[in-house]
């Protein structure tokens, strides 16, 4: 017999998952996929869209990953539901097509938010458990109401994104009742559509649906979605929930009396009661729970793991995992972190209220120590100010229900640290369980498609019969501590209020007069074709083809370098857009393009195409710098090692010394022979300070190496960014141990490292040249060779390549030579990709580049229409130009 699997779908704020657990063995396997959600036009910079085919498309390509991983067939999954952040809104026409869609953090409807709330707020609190707020359904609605009356007028169905998952899946369209409990609009206590409310606010009742539990059976998986996931037809589809109740119902919050922190992206605390509990002050918020005939009381520490990845990324940048590194730090710091106070992620929840949350760090020079210690004690705090807003939230939950939780789970990717959890334990003072896997909410719909599936008899035996492995945390030594710290850290929190609040309108002032500054409309009202001769990589191409139709021809594998002229004309004739490397773009070709609107340039020197003819017909030219930057600084530290060990003669020893196994002798003599340098504490000297320098100067630092850098264009404090320090000519030749040569190509620098350079340079020292070999002075570097005073160079390009085998410099050993593949890796195709991805999404999305070749024409560019013609004069002088090169 095979195995079986349950799937869930969770589709969240910044990223979407897919989850199969074997509810025998209680294993878990999941793929996840991130997204993000774009601004909504003319909404001042509140509104925000959800692209409802990104989110169907990365859940797909996450459910066949989860699939693979899981080594599970299609026919082995016994159900599927789906579960999505709170207060999404989705209004599909009656041929299901969206009319409108937004994430949980639109809040376009902010002014509608306040006039409710003003009016009837305790009325909608009373009824549904929430104050009214730009984040909910009905508030959306009335903005819908006010602003585009005709979606209202064409609209068939409103659900939230689970409930449009679950549709999408196959199931009826349906509203799941602890999502319905998130619009404002719904009776909680009859557990119903509130009818009433909705006609007073002049709202169609028609498109609100029928309501059904979590665990309800909506269908079966259809053909095109089953398709789509990598699954059989005809399985059940059934209905999840909310993520934060269905976290509640994968961390093991079942009973009345029980409490989950969801320590995510946000943390809400929610305690199940078992009848509503609304709080009289309207601060909080009341709903259902997952589990039928269960409900929930919430409070809300907002975006505390937002914040916390925001400010890790802020002071441990430099690291590949910000909060992991933070994380790590912060286990060094005695509790306290010697005397700083952190509210920064920190929110005592007021649902009445709306603002920009402010953070404070408060902390002294005379305290607290400076350098990597006092990093460790500034992270350290942080997450004990998360810790006590907990704390804070869970002390309203308490006041309103008039006693404490009798168990405390936590849950959400913060509750994989031991040390957030093991804090958070003192500083609550009780012992609480930890869940053994961060994906709860996803954990949680996969139980609800097991009730659905005939599984599980109900939500709670299908909890209690995984057997999930969890953590328990009770308070230790630092228990006593903490709780002096809690009461000065409330304290300071209360006389700090006013001044926030106060510093909150400030920024929201700040935030509404930079929304205002808009860039002139010139979006495409069409769909661009792009031609791509270019090399680019598979998710490059594939990210300009949500947006843009491509075709794909590149050079190296078509073989084929357009001339320019009639030749590149023919081959993008209908096209807006190429994305070139190596065909000539010259004027008789941009002349013969009348469809060409822009140009994408994959060089770092693009020679190949005729600015000055492009800036006549308005064509904006954009360019990839940096796009082999990074190869070209591996070889060089390459060459810098190669040199530093002598490994090349190394090599060539073992290969060519008639060595017999096991001599000795011979070993004794390699070790004299190849005894080699590091490159810790070396100086190494950078001559310019360019894209590549600057990466040669990152990756040498971690060696321990002293940087020096000479560039008249690059100023001191700049150059401290690459722990380099700026010097003279003079001085970098005569203090490092390497030079090593990344300007460009002029007048002023051809022959820069002639015969006086490398005689100011010290003696023993290495000379790389990986940049242009017009630089050097190749007659003087082969005297410097000779005579000893350098012990060695790396040359990557020559003045004529590739060079002849017979050149002398070739016939040294103290010289490493390679035929100019400095830029030449594999990965050289996704950076230029990325970049070209990256200015192109500007330049369509109705913005300037920041690659821009030629930033005047932007002035007078569109989309729209035809593009600038050149005068008689300008056409006639221009096509008597040379053509442009591909060579520089």
């Keep these: ?52 085919d990104d989110v169907w498309e ?45 994430p949980n953090q639109d809040a376009r409807a902010l002014a509608e938010s306040l006039a409710l709330g003003g009016e009837r707020g305790k009325e909608i609190h009373s009824l549904g458990g929430h104050w009214p707020s730009p984040l909910f359904t009905a508030s959306r ?52 559509w509130a009818s009433e409310l909705i006609l007073s606010l002049g709202l169609p009742e028609k498109i609100f649906p029928e309501a059904v539990a979590a665990g309800t059976c909506l269908g079966e998986l259809s053909p095109e979605a089953a398709s789509h996931l990598g699954l059989r037809p005809g399985i059940p589809v059934v209905a999840g929930g909310a993520d934060t109740q269905c976290g509640l119902l994968g961390a093991g919050a079942t009973s009345p009396g029980d409490l989950a922190v969801i320590a995510g992206t946000t943390m809400p605390l929610q305690a199940v009661t078992r009848e509503p509990a609304l709080d009289p002050e309207g601060k909080l918020w009341s709903g259902a729970h997952v589990i039928p005939g269960l409900y929930v009381l919430e409070s809300n520490g907002l975006t505390a793991g937002y914040v916390l990845e925001w400010f890790a990324g802020l002071l441990y940048c430099e690291y590949r995992q910000p909060l992991s590194a933070l994380l790590a730090e912060a286990r060094f710091a005695p509790p306290g972190g010697r005397g700083i106070f952190s509210s920064l992620g920190t929110a005592v929840f007021d649902a009445r209220t709306i603002g920009i949350p402010v953070g404070n760090l408060s902390l002294s020079h005379m305290v607290t120590p400076s350098g990597r210690e006092g990093r460790r004690n500034l992270s350290r705090s942080v997450l004990e100010g998360i810790a006590y807003s907990a704390r804070a939230n869970l002390e309203q939950v308490e006041e309103v229900l008039g006693g404490k939780p009798e168990r405390v789970f936590v849950a959400g990717g913060l509750s994989r640290s031991l040390l957030w959890t093991g804090i ?15 994906e709860v909410s996803a954990l949680g719909a996969a139980i609800c498609a097991g009730v659905g599936a005939g599984l599980f ?25 903490y709780q002096v710290l809690y009461a000065g850290w409330r304290e300071a929190c209360s006389l700090r209020f006013a001044c926030d609040t106060h510093l909150s309108g400030l920024m929201a002032a700040s935030l509404l007069r930079g929304a205002q500054v808009r860039v002139e409309e010139k979006k495409p009202g069409f769909k661009p074709r792009i031609l791509v001769t270019a090399v680019m990589d598979r998710e490059s191409l594939e990210e300009l083809s949500r947006d843009c139709d491509v075709l794909y021809r590149p050079w190296r594998e078509e073989m084929r370098i357009h001339a320019g002229g009639e030749d590149l004309a023919a081959a993008v004739s209908g096209y807006h857009i190429l994305v070139t490397e190596m065909d000539v773009v010259d004027f008789q070709a941009l002349d013969l393009s009348p469809d060409l609107k822009a140009i994408v340039v994959c060089r770092g020197n693009p020679v190949n195409v005729d600015l000055e003819s492009a800036n006549a017909f308005g064509i904006p030219v954009l360019w990839t710098p940096g796009r082999n930057a990074d190869a070209v600084a591996d070889l060089t530290v390459a060459f810098m090692i190669m040199l530093a060990r002598n490994i090349q003669g190394a090599s060539r020893f073992l290969r060519e010394g008639n060595i017999e196994a096991g001599d000795l002798s011979r070993m004794a003599e390699a070790y004299v022979k190849f005894q080699g340098k590091e490159l810790w504490g070396k100086t190494v000297g950078i001559i310019g300070l360019g894209e590549v320098g600057r990466r040669v100067a990152l990756r040498v630092h971690p060696f321990g190496a002293r940087t020096l850098f000479h560039d008249p264009g690059v100023g001191e404090e700049e150059g401290a960014l690459f722990h380099a320090r700026k010097v003279s000519l003079e001085e970098l030749l005569a203090a490092s141990d390497f030079v090593t040569l990344h300007a460009p190509k002029s007048e002023s620098t051809r022959g820069m490292m002639n015969r006086e350079a490398f005689a100011a340079m010290k003696e023993g020292a290495f000379f790389i040249n990986t940049s242009r070999a017009s630089l050097v002075d190749h007659d003087a570097l082969l005297e410097a060779l000779q005579s000893g005073h350098l012990a060695g160079a790396a040359l990557d390009v020559f003045p004529q390549e590739p060079p ?59 989309w729209e229409g035809s593009r600038r013609e050149p005068t008689p004069e300008e056409k006639e002088r221009l096509a008597r130009k040379e053509k442009p090169s591909i060579t520089s």
């Design 804 to 862: 002849p085998s017979d050149h002398p410099l070739l016939r040294l050993d103290t010289v490493i030579a390679t035929p100019h593949i400095g830029g030449d890796t594999e990965e050289v195709s996704a950076h230029q990709g990325a970049t070209v991805v990256e200015q192109l999404k500007k330049l369509l999305g109705g913005g300037n580049p920041d690659y821009l070749l030629n930033p005047e024409v932007m002035e007078r560019f569109s």
């Design 424 to 438: 958070l334990a003192d500083v609550l003072d009780r012992p609480i369980t930890a869940a053994g896997t961060p």
């Design 1 to 52: 017999m095979g195995r079986e699997f349950l799937a869930a779908l969770d589709a969240g704020g910044g990223s979407g998952r897919c989850l199969l657990l074997d509810p025998n063995t209680g294993e878990i396997f999941t793929a996840r996929r991130e997204w993000s959600h774009p601004p909504a036009p003319e909404t001042m910079g509140l509104g925000y869209d959800l692209d409802l």
């Design 141 to 192: 609605l009335l903005w819908l109401r006010n602003h585009r009356p005709e979606t209202l007028t064409a609209a068939a169905v409103v659900l939230s994104l689970s409930d449009w998952l679950a549709w999408k899946l196959g199931g009826e369209a349906a509203a799941e009742i602890s999502q319905a409990g998130e619009t404002l609009l719904w009776d909680l206590s009859a557990s119903r």
């Design 457 to 481: 008899d109900d939500h709670v035996r299908g909890a209690h019969s995984l057997s999930l492995p969890a953590r328990k945390h009770v308070p230790g030594p630092d228990r006593e501590e």
């Design 58 to 102: 990365k859940l797909g390509e996450a459910c066949r990953e989860a699939l693979e991983r899981a080594g599970a067939a299609p026919g082995e999954i016994a159900g599927i539901a789906a579960t999505s952040m709170r207060n999404t809104t989705i209004i599909l026409d009656g041929r299901g097509e969206a009319l409108f869609a937004v």
